[in-house]
């Protein structure tokens, strides 16, 4: 799973019927210094997900799984809404 | 999911059987400022987007999803025409 | 899907079973203006394609359909050979 | 499957409820110096991991059978504990 | 597929169960000119591969296949031996 910012929403009128009644948030990933890294995706919101909040994300079959919609489009998923994130900023540099 | 934009198509007659009748678009993945990102790609269109349009594209077992085709060889998959994309920008940046 | 170009073959004596009477082709991926871009792969040509020609080619669990060979280790098949490809270019920059 | 270190945790309360039990290990990708490269991911931990180990970590569909839940959002897990890594440098420049 | 060089091997008593007995190496992705690129991964061996030599490997579902462990944590394994790579030169940079 990787870790993001919801920044944004997407309206699509024309669409694939099983997107439906789904949320589809702009989905910036980020580094661990919580800056974004990469390029931001389209991912369905299933755990209530708001814009600014730092999520998890996940992409292809596991973003259907989440969505309870394996049949569907999906290939990316919002799962959990961070509460902190704890890194041991010593190992990142260790070479041992 | 990805957000692109249709430039282009491709001709090809001899291919998959499985890929009669689709249309092969050339997509380019685009940024939030909808500018070029990474390589363009083929993607067959199943929600009557048109050369120009914004889209919705998805990728692997997903896109085989979206085109109702789950035995074939389709990877990526466009699946919805973008009317609106609303960026918070304020949170793009946003460390905390 | 993918826009490529054959530009060799790999001999393997000594495979997994399931790729004999495969043939392995070295495909490398071009942009838009059919020039290299990325690193070349090893693809199972399933159309017939030839050296030097322009391909569209399939990853992952796709390219085990396109082969008909879903349970084995290909994870990317070329799946058509490409006639034409025709760009829209005033909407690659667009950001409208 | 991928080298990486385990550099932290993420907590999330609100998140997909196939996650519950799960531990979220922050994992930072290793090249062959065990240095830092690429982003960080978050994976399910199913081997007992502590922070600061070294660790081999898959991706995709192969991390649900890892976690034992196949109808999960999990596209990340840890599985081996890295005693040793035997790298012969003579062959890494080989170009024969 | 992708061409690789296997350059170590990686012991971890501490590992899914379903990797008991399965030889992990350390593979180097390589180019045309078998030089270097990207970051190197960790593969299952399939095919009695030893150090030093050029192999093609694959990722993903088609991993477990090769390796005849569908459900298994396994997403890289390696499945020839390249006795020969035929590059045609000529092609490489044609925009025809």
Redesign the interface.
């Known amino acids: 799973?990787?870790?993001g910012?919801?920044?944004?929403?997407?309206?699509?009128?024309?669409?694939?019927e099983?997107?439906t009644g789904t949320k589809?948030m702009?989905t910036?990933?980020l580094?661990?210094?919580?800056?974004?890294?990469?390029?931001?995706?389209?991912?369905v919101d299933?755990?209530?997900a708001g814009?600014?909040e730092i999520v998890?994300f996940?992409?292809?079959?596991?973003?259907?799984?989440?969505a309870d919609k394996l049949?569907?489009?999906?290939?990316?998923?919002i799962?959990?809404?961070?509460?902190?994130?704890?890194?041991?900023?010593d190992?990142?540099?260790?070479?041992?």
Chains 1, 2, 3, 4, 5 share one sequence.
């Open positions: 799973m990787y870790l910012r919801i920044i944004g929403t997407v309206v699509a009128t024309r669409k694939d099983r997107l589809l702009v910036q990933p580094n661990l210094e919580k800056a974004p890294v990469g390029e931001a995706l389209v991912a299933t755990v209530g814009i600014g998890i996940t992409k292809g079959t596991a973003a259907r799984y989440a049949q569907s489009p999906i290939d990316a998923a799962i959990g809404i961070v509460d902190n994130i704890d890194i041991y900023r190992f990142i540099n260790d070479k041992s």
